[in-house]
């Protein structure tokens, strides 16, 4: 038997792109949860047996989205949280390009740590660790919500190369990066997939009000939050 895990990176929040939010609270837009419940849905025929997110907001409710239709309440995992991006979070990254230490960690981010906050090694191992802990027994399939460089140095701690190379992978938002264990080694199934071509039915297990979404929330597609 093989454990598989979807590692889902938290979908759109204002500023996604052009802040480097970190560990601060960005809530999904509108269009953002729109994109999870195409994911959601697409996800529907699939056994999940476990959905698990980071304490961020826009992981959390990425995670409530996805266990709705499988009636599971999502799980918060510590060890999902963002890097710890120390002086950084929060930051512009147009401002950061200005910065010189961010200069060194983007060109050496194996062996630059961030100021005040963690390495890139660090952030992989900490949820390597938790795959790592997951009974070889364990059916069905594992979602964790996560962020996008969470999940290149899960890549990188997975593969054993270096973080640097994993920085060339695309993650985008709401997209799921595949990993199944077989003989006690965890091999990479398909990076940075995304699923759906448009906003599907509701499974059998309920319906979406009109206006508001899976979890309660209120909300108006073409409006943004």
């Not at 529907?44 to 995670?63: D, E, F, N, Q, Y």
């Not at 006690?184 to 759906?196: A, E, I």
Request: proline share 5%; charged share 20%.
């Amino acid at each position: 038997m093989s454990n598989q895990v979807l590692l889902i990176r938290a979908s759109d929040y204002k500023g996604v792109g052009t802040t480097l939010a970190g560990r601060d609270d960005a809530p999904l837009t509108i269009t953002g949860r729109t994109h999870v419940h195409v994911l959601s849905a697409s996800l529907s025929g699939v056994k999940l047996t476990l959905v698990g997110h980071g304490p961020t907001s826009r992981a959390r409710v990425t995670a409530q989205i996805i266990a709705y239709v499988h009636e599971l309440k999502p799980q918060l995992m510590a060890d999902l949280d963002d890097v710890d991006y120390g002086a950084w979070r929060g930051r512009a990254l147009a401002e950061l390009e200005q910065d010189p230490q961010w200069q060194r960690w983007r060109a050496d981010p194996d062996n630059t740590r961030c100021p005040g906050g963690e390495t890139m090694k660090e952030a992989g191992a900490r949820v390597l660790a938790w795959l790592n802990g997951l009974p070889s027994h364990h059916d069905g399939v594992s979602v964790l919500v996560t962020h996008g460089n969470v999940i290149r140095a899960t890549l990188a701690a997975v593969l054993g190369c270096t973080f640097a190379s994993v920085m060339r992978l695309d993650i985008a938002p709401h997209s799921i990066t595949q990993l199944r264990r077989k003989d006690d080694r965890w091999q990479v199934g398909g990076v940075n997939m995304r699923t759906g071509h448009g906003l599907a039915a509701p499974t059998h297990w309920g319906s979406w009000p009109a206006n508001r979404d899976a979890i309660g929330e209120h909300w108006a597609p073409g409006s943004e939050t």
